[in-house]
């Protein structure tokens, strides 16, 4: 296939959409920036706090360029891919490597379920490690962690002791704090207490980040495309 066919094909490719919008970044380090959102449909895990079951399944196909022009006029340079699961999107990477391209820093939210090395250098993975009290802790891609790079972040969602204990076991065995930029641990809401969480954190000296969702508090928790 020659340069242009494969062009071709990679601007037709289509990825399955729940919705595009501008917000602001509500975790990792990036919380706080101007970001635009890509939210794919479709999800193969059931976390019991899922807080976008709405984007679990569903969506519309569009192709790899109408999405970078729904960007474009959105026009924001920092763009997160997230879903539902953006790598279950085999057009995924095309769609990572075209925004950089087009100027953008481009952040990964993602499951960890899926292989992440599929991404293009220089693509921020902000990966989940799913603890035992989300129900989904046995689909946790182990083998990701040592794809994981310097500016690369890894978040854990507690809704209880065990999970931070969990987190706390995963943090020391995979020296994570000396691997990515941040460790990220945030409470799942209305199941911890932010301050139990915290108290927990410093009474450990744990090397992570303590986060709040900060889109849950600027707009109603439930509100979607925010
Ligand atoms: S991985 Fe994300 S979208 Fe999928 S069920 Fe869990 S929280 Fe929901």
């Known amino acids: ?46 976390c019991v706090w899922c807080d976008t079951a709405y984007a679990r399944d569903g969506g519309t196909p569009m192709t790899v360029d109408e999405i970078l022009q729904r960007v474009r006029e959105l026009d924001c340079k920092l763009v997160e891919l997230t879903g539902g699961e953006p790598l279950l999107q085999a057009a995924t990477p095309v769609l990572a490597r075209r925004l950089q391209e087009a100027g953008h820093t481009v952040l990964v939210e993602t499951s960890g379920e899926r292989p992440i090395e599929v991404l293009p250098e220089g693509v921020i993975r902000i990966m989940d490690l799913k603890c035992p009290d989300s129900g989904e802790c046995e689909r946790n891609r182990l083998e990701n962690i040592r794809h994981l790079k310097r500016c690369d972040e890894v978040k854990f969602v507690l809704a209880s002791r065990r999970d931070y204990e969990w987190a706390r076991a ?31 954190m410093l009474d450990d000296k744990l090397p992570a980040r303590f986060q709040l969702q900060a889109h849950k508090f600027i707009w109603p928790p439930e509100t979607k495309g925010v």
């Open 1 to 46: 296939m020659g340069l242009g066919a494969h062009a071709t094909m990679e601007r037709s490719e289509t990825l399955q959409i729940a919705e595009i919008f501008k917000s602001i970044q509500g975790e990792s380090t990036w919380a706080g920036l101007p970001c635009v959102f890509v939210r794919t449909a479709g999800c193969n895990l059931r």
């Open 170 to 200: 995963q943090i020391a065995a995979h020296e994570l704090a000396a691997k990515v930029n941040a460790v990220l641990l945030s409470v799942a809401f209305g199941r911890l207490e932010p301050a139990q969480a915290v108290k927990w």
